[in-house]
């Protein structure tokens, strides 16, 4: 279906449109929002109905995961503004064809044979199922759709596909990431045979390798809450007030009279990691306290997860009641940017190892050195060398995957957030989400990137709202250049959490008040 037939929007999109307006960071007017045309106006004289005016093209700020991979000869990759896949010739580098599929494509998967590239449009709640046999009269035209929606109600049981990974030629798994679910799909009959549940937040990047299925919550959380409880079982650290009495029988005052916290607390499931065995689709693994928002990931052909990931500070100026703290205390610093490596010993996972892309506070990374929001992931394949792009700092960066050290950083394009290898691993196709570009990097040696090449994708999105959103992901708007409104703001979203912010302190209060993101 074309954008310009639908006629109304994402409510999470228009939550965006609110924040980025309010922040003052970009104009962008309201076109997006309906969709290419303004609703009709009546001439009061003589009661007739203007023409609609054209005022813009939408935008729906959808998450991706591995929206760009390479087969043979060619690049696919997700053009999500145009709803289309657009065939990139390897050799040349050149845009050889442009495939329409649904609305908001951001994943794209190549069947294990080879014979057909399956695509999540986001907006479509469907996965569209691409030939590429060129033996074949249908090829690299969409033969199939896979959706699942509700005989009675016709609802879509299908909402928001993100991730796809390929169990087999056979089996295939969709990460349905508004449902907190993974749809297992039978690839000849394109249906929905079962879904696995996932018990946090948002599913979206997904993988298969060996007979494991690797799924990772996008808002996994990291165990901060509210410090309220019982009253018999306040103490000061982990309970600080009586929730009944503030939140129920006085909910009126509830910014009156009570002394709360952000805390940690280790009764909050903060689940990072699942594993499921894709023979039996069994849950075999959940590893927890990986990350808070995690956005790539990559498994190496030792089994060895590797994930790009920020960790939340929320909880370090968080005890605004019981010590006064502020701003001050975050020492500007709301994320730590990592990567997570995960090893596992048969079932059982091992450590988590934290690679640090920056100095730690109270330190801080020299300008123009910051690797914010680490978003694609890929790895080398002797397993050596990691490869992942920092969407807020638009960067494309290697790493040793031993030692952690960052190896080489080139400026790219507007909020990389994929990455796909040729088979030798001497370049890397990056693809930059609101640029709507792809970066073609040498990264024969990775201490020393090089840009080969940049490949503009047609692009229907309004100049100004295109900046807007540059100017909302990009992290040099903090004095660190280490987080930005994105990044609290994910996709024009929220990210579940509370901070202490420079809020002002309410009438009879003494304290600033935690807030979540909305």
């Known amino acids: 279906m074309a954008k310009t037939i639908r006629t109304y929007f994402n409510s999470k999109t228009g939550l965006a449109a609110v924040l980025v307006s309010f922040l003052g960071i970009g104009f962008l007017g309201i076109g997006w929002l309906t969709h290419g045309h303004a609703q009709p106006e009546t001439n009061t004289a003589t009661d007739t109905p203007r023409a609609p005016a054209k005022i813009g093209h939408p935008s729906f700020l959808s998450p991706h995961a591995s929206p760009i991979v390479v087969h043979g000869d060619h690049v696919f990759v997700v053009n999500t503004p145009s709803d289309t896949i657009d065939v990139i010739e390897r050799s040349s580098g050149k845009i050889s064809k442009r495939i329409d599929v649904g609305i908001d494509p951001v994943s ?268 694609g992931i890929a790895i080398s394949q002797d397993d050596a060398t990691l490869f992942a792009t920092a969407a807020g700092s638009d960067k494309f960066f290697a790493v040793d995957a031993k030692s952690g050290k960052v190896l080489g950083r080139l400026p790219v394009d507007s909020v990389p957030r994929g990455i796909a290898l040729d088979s030798d691993d001497s370049r890397a196709w990056v693809f930059n989400a609101v640029a709507n570009t792809v970066s073609l990097v040498d990264v024969s040696d990775p201490s020393n990137l090089e840009l080969a090449d940049t490949i503009a994708l047609e692009d229907p999105t309004h100049p100004t709202f295109k900046r807007g959103r540059m100017a909302f992901n990009d992290t040099r708007a903090s004095t660190t250049e280490t987080f930005s409104c994105a990044s609290c703001h994910p996709d024009g979203h929220t990210d579940q959490l509370l901070w202490v912010l420079k809020t002002p302190i309410v009438t009879g209060g003494n304290q600033i008040m935690p807030r979540s993101t909305m």
């Open 108 to 375: 794209v998967a190549v069947r294990p044979d080879g014979r057909e590239l399956w695509v999540a449009n986001h907006i479509s709640d469907s996965v569209s199922v691409i030939d590429n046999d060129p033996n074949n009269p249908t090829y690299l035209q969409v033969i199939a759709t896979v959706q699942d929606v509700d005989e009675r109600t016709k609802a879509t049981r299908f909402d928001e596909p993100v991730g796809i990974a390929f169990a087999s030629n056979e089996k295939a798994y969709v990460a349905l990431s508004s449902e907190n679910k993974i749809a297992v799909i039978n690839v000849a009959t394109r249906r929905v045979e079962k879904r696995l549940h996932i018990s946090a937040q948002d599913p979206r990047a997904i993988a298969v390798r060996d007979n494991r299925l690797y799924v990772i919550p996008f808002e996994s959380n990291n165990r901060t809450q509210l410090s309220g409880g019982r009253r018999d079982r306040m103490d000061g650290e982990l309970v600080t007030f009586d929730a009944w009495n503030h939140s129920i029988e006085n909910n009126n005052v509830l910014s009156i009279g009570h002394v709360t916290d952000i805390v940690k607390h280790p009764d909050v499931p903060d689940r990072d990691l699942y594993v499921f065995d894709t023979e039996t689709d069994e849950l075999i693994e959940t590893v927890e306290t990986l990350g808070t928002l995690l956005y790539g990931l990559a498994v190496g052909s030792n089994g060895q997860v590797y994930i790009a990931q920020t960790d939340a500070r929320n909880d370090i100026n968080g005890r605004s009641g019981t010590q006064k703290h502020g701003l001050k205390e975050l020492e500007n610093r709301a994320f730590l940017n990592q990567i997570t490596a995960v090893s596992f010993e048969g079932h059982k996972s091992g450590k988590a190892e934290f690679i640090d892309l920056e100095p730690l506070p109270p330190h801080h990374p020299e300008p123009g050195l910051a690797l914010a929001t680490p978003f």
